[in-house]
């Protein structure tokens, strides 16, 4: 399984890349990033946003869209939903993270689950740092490894 974090916004050097890097190393998936950055009037940015996105998506790829109001699940329930697609044969599963106005709609109508990080609102860039921490706890998971507990 490869997954694939499409971004809108770049990830400058700084504390926030490094440690997104340290998380993505520990991943036993390959990780691929794509940033892409929209320059619109604010009216039209998400739907402009949420096109380029979607153009990033791969074929057949489960589509998670990070969004405020999406699911919360449990680091538990997120490894158990990334363990049964990875069961299942998934071959690529994408994240997408909008900018800072959020996603469009039509990036959500296409996700195939929506998910939020929890009540509180995060900046994109460190929403980055969030995800690849989670998927990093969700390989220990699954792998029966002590970080999920230490």
Same mark, same amino acid.
């Given at each position: 399984?490869?997954?694939?974090?499409?971004?809108?916004?770049?990830?400058?050097?700084?504390?926030?890349? /490094? %440690?997104?890097?340290?998380y993505?190393?520990?991943?036993?998936?390959?990780?691929?990033?794509?940033e892409? /950055?929209?320059?619109?009037?604010?009216?039209?940015?998400?739907?402009?946003?949420?096109?380029l996105?979607?153009?990033?998506?791969?074929?057949?790829?489960?589509?998670?869209?990070?969004? /405020?109001?999406?699911?919360t699940?449990?680091?538990?329930?997120?490894?158990?939903?990334?363990?049964?697609w990875?069961?299942?044969?998934?071959?690529?599963?994408?994240?997408?993270?909008g900018?800072?106005?959020g996603?469009?709609?039509? %990036?959500?109508?296409?996700?195939?689950?929506?998910?939020?990080?929890?009540?509180?609102?995060?900046?994109?860039?460190?929403?980055?740092?969030?995800?690849? /921490?989670?998927?990093?706890?969700?390989?220990?998971?699954?792998?029966?490894?002590p970080?999920?507990?230490?």
């Open positions: 399984m490869r997954l694939h974090l499409l971004a809108i916004g770049r990830l400058r050097a700084g504390p926030q890349r /490094e %440690l997104f890097a340290q993505a190393r520990r991943l036993p998936w390959p990780l691929s990033v794509r892409m /950055e929209a320059r619109r009037a604010s009216g039209r940015r998400r739907d402009h946003e949420a096109a996105l979607l153009e990033a998506v791969p074929k057949g790829a489960v589509l998670v869209a990070l969004d /405020e109001r999406g699911a699940w449990s680091s538990e329930a997120f490894a158990r939903q990334i363990g049964a990875r069961d299942d044969g998934l071959a690529n599963l994408a994240f997408a993270i900018g800072a106005d996603h469009g709609q039509a %990036l959500l109508a296409r996700a195939d689950v929506t998910l939020s990080l929890g009540a509180m609102t995060w900046p994109h860039l460190l929403a980055r740092v969030m995800l690849a /921490e989670q998927l990093y706890r969700a390989s220990a998971i699954l792998a029966g490894h970080y999920h507990r230490a």
